[in-house]
């Protein structure tokens, strides 16, 4: 093997860790600004960068719960985020199910239906969906925010539990059916069970949707006492500049939980996305 042929082999055999690492540092590096920015005393915030600063505080922190309550969006969010991730499981597992196994016209325009809805734009239903809240007197409430979530976490939660059931052995059940189960008794004896890895898939995406979700939480809360995180952090405002150090430390206690779930369950979400993509 002459020198260049092996200089060449040696290149292509580092191009891709030392792609990786480079797309991973970069990826990273922002997090890591915004959590050492967060620690930051607030007249160094935009002082020269150093990777390992001098002087560490929590200032930020002690500042966002105690003099903004920042407990409160944080568990509105959960509440929200929770109930949201809980409704759409639940309905969406039988209608999923429908779909998957039940011979019926129209199923795969139905199918095509749902996913269509989950690419439909937000922001051309807020104002429908403000007038019907407004209404029903759901404006500032819990409610109120769960049900239009649901418009956009059902057609995930569907399509995604869709892909998992059509995985299953239909003979296993067939040999339920045959025992004299039902279609309910079937899918609550055999199919569940069979079934939880895809629905945690689908439950850990569904929160994550509902945790960031920013447009009609903005839209259809009226005071803090129902923002979410991602609508109380736009909403920091100082009496005279912007408390960025505040608003980084908010930012580091928003993304922390996310991220954590993310690395847990990456190879999970990986495959719920792919398992997704069902054919009518």
Not at 268 to 280: E, F
Request: glycine share 6%; proline share 6%.
């Amino acid at each position: 093997m002459t020198l260049g042929a092996t200089a060449r082999t040696t290149a292509r055999r580092w191009a891709r860790p030392v792609a990786t690492g480079l797309l991973v540092a970069a990826i990273l590096f922002p997090l890591y600004w915004a959590a050492l920015s967060s620690l930051t005393p607030e007249n160094r915030l935009f002082a020269a960068p150093a990777l390992v600063p001098r002087e560490l505080v929590l200032d930020h922190y002690r500042a966002l719960f105690r003099e903004r309550d920042f407990w409160t969006p944080v568990r509105n969010s959960l509440v929200v985020a929770g109930a949201t991730t809980v409704l759409s499981v639940v309905l969406g597992t039988v209608c999923a199910y429908a779909l998957a196994r039940l011979r019926f016209r129209g199923k795969a325009v139905m199918l095509a239906f749902v996913l269509a809805v989950s690419m439909f734009p937000q922001i051309s239903i807020v104002s429908p969906l403000y007038l019907l809240l407004r209404e029903l007197r759901l404006l500032n409430t819990y409610p109120g925010l769960v049900l239009p979530y649901l418009t956009f976490a059902m057609p995930l939660t569907i399509w995604l539990l869709v892909g998992f059931f059509r995985q299953l052995p239909a003979e296993l059940e067939e040999a339920g059916l045959m025992d004299g189960a039902g279609r309910l008794q079937t899918l609550w004896a055999i199919v569940l069970p069979l079934s939880w890895p895809g629905i945690a898939t689908t439950a850990i995406l569904t929160f994550l949707y509902s945790w960031n979700e920013f447009l009609f939480a903005l839209s259809f809360t009226l005071g803090p006492e129902r923002h979410t995180v991602p609508v109380a952090i736009t909403l920091f405002r100082g009496q005279y500049q912007v408390p960025w150090g505040q608003i980084l430390a908010a930012a580091v206690v928003a993304t922390a939980p996310v991220a954590a779930i993310v690395l847990a369950a990456q190879r999970r979400i990986v495959a719920g996305l792919t398992s997704g993509a069902v054919k009518g």
